[in-house]
């Protein structure tokens, strides 16, 4: 029977694709590809001459029956624009009808930006939750982030270029100024690691342009003793990301585990100015 190939490309460099990959793309019947663009450049690099169908988010449900008729005949190789396909890339449904049909699946591992970035990062590797692409509206954003705000592990997700600000701001608010790792381009001409403060990160990236991969640190296992400079620090990182004074002072509370009332004081001289007093009502005079 037939056998459907998972095929790991490059994230960026041409030169970042194995020799079997090569090999099966070479041999299959039929590539279906997420960008046929990209994919029959690389095919044309490596003197490949197999023929190539698209296969991506907007024709997936009309292709992927069309596929499974193609692999009743010969193998079929699957790869997306860059990377491995079905991890955050059209392949999932192709896979699960092969499965139930009794098709052979085999994967053909390579590059992973998501393996790349987190063992570049200097942050924990041994364990992490890879979140995928951070939801596109603010609200579904914010959520995902509270709901691994307490998660230990070393978390990854993947951020486009127009919205990364907007990452960094909401990370700030949410997890706190934790320590993050922001790839950019990788294996690119570009490529850059930035590793510093989610603050930092929004200093740095201004204008930010091409792929990020970001690998942000997991909650500590308990509130650690936090001085009044690290009060200060967490609370002017948020003051910067633009979060309202009350919920500043909240978050800074919860994520160092020290008293809300000590926490507000520091906001008060960070910003320079002392409570307003309550004024009081005159005093109502008899009749």
């Given amino acids: 029977m037939p056998t459907l190939y998972l095929v790991a490309t490059p994230i960026g460099n041409l030169e ?4 079997r990959a090569l090999r099966v793309l070479k041999e299959v019947g039929l590539i279906a590809a997420e960008d046929t ?50 991890l955050s890339d059209p392949g999932y449904e192709l896979v699960q009808a092969a499965i139930e049909r009794g098709i052979t699946v085999v994967p053909v591992p390579g590059a992973s930006a998501v393996v790349a970035a987190l063992v570049v990062s200097g942050l924990p590797t041994d364990q992490f939750v890879y979140l995928g692409f951070l939801p596109r509206k603010a609200g579904e954003r914010r959520r ?14 993947f951020e486009a270029p127009h919205r990364v600000r907007r990452a960094f701001q909401d990370m700030a608010a ?12 990788l294996t690119k001409v570009y490529e850059e690691m930035f590793r510093g403060s989610v603050s930092e990160a929004l ?18 296992p308990s509130p650690p003793s936090a001085g009044d400079e690290e009060v200060q620090r967490q609370l002017m990182a948020l ?7 009350g919920r500043a002072v909240s978050q800074v509370a919860k994520i160092l585990g020290v008293d809300r009332a000590r926490v507000y004081q520091a906001w008060v001289e960070l910003a320079g100015s002392t409570p307003k007093a309550r004024r009081k009502s005159p005093p109502r005079l008899s009749a």
């Fill in 16 to 19: 970042d694709i194995t020799l």
């Fill in 37 to 86: 663009r990209t994919t029959r450049k690389l095919l044309a690099a490596h003197g490949i001459s197999t023929k190539v169908t698209s296969y991506y988010e907007g024709n997936k449900d009309r292709k992927t029956p069309q596929l499974l008729q193609a692999l009743e005949r010969h193998d079929l190789a699957i790869v997306s624009e860059a990377g491995t396909p079905g």
């Fill in 144 to 157: 995902l982030l509270e709901e691994v705000a307490q998660v230990r592990r070393t978390l990854v997700a």
């Fill in 174 to 185: 949410i997890l706190g100024d934790r320590r993050i790792a922001v790839c950019r381009e």
């Fill in 203 to 220: 200093d740095h990236f201004n204008e930010p342009r091409g792929e990020f991969t970001l690998v942000v640190e997991g909650a500590h």
């Fill in 239 to 245: 003051r910067k990301a633009g979060v309202p004074p």
